[in-house]
């Protein structure tokens, strides 16, 4: 029997998804520049860790920025998804840190890239979450957050992994993770 404080959630969800859902755009955009980092980064595999770290630190600047538009364009009870804004603020720092010291180490590098990925799955599970009586797919948000916490976890793990083995869990991740995104930006989409 449903009471007075699940109704209020389920009003407060599709309030959340209507405002979430005009915007679908902003994750398909996410998706396709993962996708194209994922390409990349398996047709070169034996970039160097210089040029790789560069390379994500552009990626994770434009998934950044892009969360970061995202996270205020959205509106939930008229205020910013503030953890879709600490995820973009999260990655357009990881990004900066990239691009201005590119001669950190590999070591450093999978250190960083494997934070990011972990606190991004993390917030990304608790949106799926906060969607899932709403929309139907929230799987895909859910399993992209948890792919990118597990890889996060097995870079914080292993972080000695040489740079083409790194560029390839990297350009998998990327892709599987794109992927994800887009296939949630349509649903999303679907669900307007």
Known sequence: MAGPATATLAARERAFLQAFAPHW??????????????????????LTVAVMVLLWGAYALVDGVFALMAGFKM???GRPLWAVVLLGLLGVAAGIVALVWPGMTALTLVMVIGAWAVVGGVFQIA?????????????????????SVLFGLALLVAPGAGAVAMAWLIGGFALAYGVLMLVLAFRVRKAR
């Open 127 to 147: 949106t799926a979450i906060r969607l899932r009586r709403e929309i139907e797919g929230e799987w895909a948000y859910v399993l992209s957050g948890a792919l």
């Open 75 to 77: 509106r939930h009870e």
């Open 25 to 46: 755009g902003w994750l398909a955009l996410r998706g396709v520049a993962a996708v194209l980092f994922g390409v990349l980064a398996l047709a070169l595999p034996g």
